[in-house]
């Protein structure tokens, strides 16, 4: 049993084809090299007295010959087949009828995938429908690393557990074969189509201790996968979920198979807020109502919020009352990183809240819900309307749960809340107040045009309650 590395170890230049080997090719004729007439080895003309004198060495034609063979084998290894013409070169990130927040998507994607093919370090895992383009970045981070001489093992997972189940039977006495291991210990191992497979168990399993294995050694793997995180396996499933080493890639580019891969779609508000954008941001400049330290506050507000959208660091709090403008702030920023192509989630926390109460109940053995993995795992996240809910403790957990995630995974989130800030969960409160991941904006500011302190929130989620 040996692995591609100590294969490719075992390559030596005597290994090489020699000039004067068997194959019709290889027959010293009009090809045969001029510096060792074929033979592979040269003696270098050396002083009588240096300590190498008289011995031979490789070639130049022998060491060519034996770095094309490297290459023959490693991309034997690879399995990339025809993939080998899905380089970054011949990605295409826009066209295909795309829209222009799709095109900055797969700009975005595109840049992450470039990235971990310089430096491949933990797991990037790219989601998406088919056709994404998801398995085309893959195979480029396969190729990438292949023509720099690493090896690399490019496996289709059906593929993979087709070949598992054929190969191996729980009963059989052969442990693993060199193809298994190779896989388990590629130096980067890309598996292309992650999913619901159907399978027996037994070959499911054996993909789990690959990635289990891989998991535990961090080693650099890069997954493709169209279907939901809630459908695969709970154990696989953990282990994507680890922020210190999975980073998620969300394509956008809608699936053509017509699937909606989009759990989100029912929370997500920020098609409402549309209009709220910097441009249309009223700074108040000339109210009269306002006192000089109030405008200064606003002007100071929105120019953080201009930066903030620019390049989102951490957290950002906007706290004011009601009418002060904060949902406007938060809606702005989020309006720009949806123009930037990225995936960017609004939700409104008393609807979150009400869904939450809806689906789950604290009895229930349903621990894991679609809509709430997309809203905690979003790679930009607003949250409206914080503070006020009245909800339960176990919703309030589940709303504590998705903030802390973040906090950990240090994801750019936009809070507001017309809650003095010390009134919020104690929880909430330490890491809203820890200075180097979150930015708090007090909004100095009365209601906008006169709207009463403290009314009801104009917010459309009272309008859009779920019907269930
Ligand atoms: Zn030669």
């Known amino acids: 049993m040996r692995r591609i590395d100590e294969i490719l170890k075992g390559m030596t230049p005597d290994a090489a084809p020699k000039g004067t080997g068997g194959t019709p090719s290889e027959r010293p004729g009009e090809d045969t090299c001029p510096i060792c007439g074929g033979t592979g080895l040269v003696v270098p003309d050396l002083p009588v007295d240096h300590p190498e004198f008289g011995h031979a060495v490789p070639c130049q034609c022998a060491l060519r010959k034996m770095e094309a063979r490297r290459q023959e084998l490693l991309r034997k290894w690879s399995d990339l087949g025809a993939l080998s013409r899905m380089t970054f070169d011949t990605f295409v990130q826009g066209g295909r009828g795309h829209t222009p927040a799709q095109q900055r998507n797969l700009q975005m994607a595109y840049e992450r995938a470039r990235a971990f093919a310089e430096h491949p370090q933990g797991w990037l895992v790219f989601r998406g429908g088919f056709g994404s383009g998801k398995t085309h970045l893959a195979a480029a981070i396969a190729n990438y690393r292949l023509a720099l001489g690493e090896a690399v093992v490019f496996a289709v997972v059906p593929d993979l557990l087709d070949y598992l189940r054929a190969s191996f039977s729980p009963t059989s006495d052969t ?102 954008t910097f441009d249309r941001f009223d700074l108040r400049q000339g109210e009269p109502g306002l006192t000089a330290e109030q405008r200064e506050n606003l002007r100071d507000a929105f120019g953080f919020a201009k ?38 989630v609004f939700v409104v926390v008393p609807d979150l809240l009400d869904h939450l109460r809806a689906t789950f109940s604290p009895l229930s053995p349903v621990s894991y819900d679609r809509r709430l993995e997309e809203v905690k ?12 809910e009245s909800a339960t403790p176990w919703a309030r957990e589940k709303l504590y749960q998705i903030c802390n995630y973040r906090y950990l995974a240090r994801l750019p989130t936009v809070f507001t809340t017309s809650q003095e800030i010390d009134k919020l969960d104690p929880r909430l409160r330490i890491r809203m107040l820890d200075a180097t991941r979150c930015t708090i904006i007090n909004i100095l500011a009365p209601a906008y045009r006169g709207q009463a302190r403290n009314a009801p929130p104009q917010t459309p989620y009272a309008s859009r309650r779920r019907t269930r």
Not at 320 to 331: E, F, N, P, Q, S
């Open 307 to 344: 930066k903030y959208a620019q390049s989102p660091d951490g957290w950002l709090v906007f706290q004011g009352v009601y009418g002060c403008g904060k949902t406007h702030l938060a809606a702005a920023i989020a309006n720009y990183r949806h123009a930037q192509g990225e995936p960017v």
């Open 175 to 276: 442990p693993f074969d060199e193809r298994f291991q190779t896989i388990l210990d590629a130096p980067l191992l890309v598996l292309d189509d992650l999913g619901t497979q159907s399978s027996t168990p037994w070959a499911q399993e054996k993909l789990f201790q690959v990635l289990n294995h891989r998991y535990n050694r961090r080693q650099p793997t890069v997954i493709t996968m169209n279907c939901e995180l809630d459908e695969i396996d709970l154990r696989l499933r953990s282990r994507l979920l680890d922020v210190d080493m999975v980073e998620h890639v969300v394509l956008q580019v809608p699936d053509y198979r017509g699937a909606v891969p989009n759990g989100v779609a029912e929370l997500d508000t920020l098609a409402l807020y549309r209009d709220m």
């Open 377 to 388: 795992m979003a790679q930009f996240l607003v949250l409206d309307d914080l503070g006020t």
